[in-house]
């Protein structure tokens, strides 16, 4: 049964500052998403990362794939406040059509 | 741009109702998803289809079922419904699986049970 890992689940930081937001998963995968999701609103796609060694860049934001270590990461350069929000990142089996999403880690960014 | 659209934005009903959610999406994809969020469990599969009146269980399937008699429709239905299933119900959709195409997702509906 494919698991999927997010840590931290909850981080506060300072502007202009850099972290990692970390996403295991259990099962073999070649495909991973990063989505923000902003309060009171929906999802928002942000990567699809579609195999070993993918990267990804937007902005400030920076995301990659180690399908070997079943692990992908989200890499935050230079925060600004605007980035505040819940990120999830969402594993697909490699057989079969099911998503299954971490638990998300809450973002918060101070001024 | 796709559009998924959620029939209500807010939801509130008594135990033992039967609650029907409907999801509408207008890019003809053929998968389409429902998910329940709840805060510090993210989100948790319910149901998937992959094709019309084709169903799969997610993770957490006990005490709903779904319907997709046309492909653009999708939807979630609560037998009786509980106070457990209190909570923010997500529907998206995407491309077949080859076309490596991420989620697309409705506004939510937030349902309460009392």
């Known amino acids: 049964e494919l698991k999927v890992e997010q840590n931290p689940l909850f981080l506060s930081m300072q502007e202009g500052k850099n972290y990692t937001i970390y996403c295991n998963y259990s099962t073999t995968s070649d495909r991973l998403y990063w989505y923000r999701q902003d309060p009171g609103k929906s999802l928002e796609s942000l990567f699809v990362l579609l195999s070993n060694g993918a990267v990804k860049q937007e902005g400030r934001l920076m995301a990659s794939l180690d399908t070997k270590a079943r692990l992908s990461t989200l890499h935050i350069t230079a925060a600004v406040h605007d980035l505040s929000a819940t990120y999830f990142c969402a594993v697909e089996e490699l057989l079969g059509d099911k998503i299954i999403f971490g638990k998300g880690t809450r973002l918060h960014i101070l001024p | 741009d796709v559009k998924v659209t959620q029939s209500s934005r807010y939801l509130v009903k008594r135990t033992g109702e039967k609650v029907f959610l409907e999801c509408v999406q207008d890019?003809?994809?053929?998968?389409m998803f429902w998910y329940r969020q709840d805060p510090g469990l993210g989100l948790r599969l319910i149901y998937f289809s992959y094709d019309v009146k084709m169903k799969e269980k997610g993770d957490i399937p006990e005490g709903y079922s779904v319907s997709r008699e046309k492909k653009e429709r999708f939807s979630l239905i609560l037998e009786s419904a509980s106070t457990n299933q209190t909570s923010m119900y997500l529907c998206a959709s995407s491309r077949f699986r080859e076309s490596r195409s991420p989620l697309h997702f409705g506004n939510g509906t937030r349902l309460t049970v009392t």
């Open positions: 890019m003809d994809h053929e998968n």
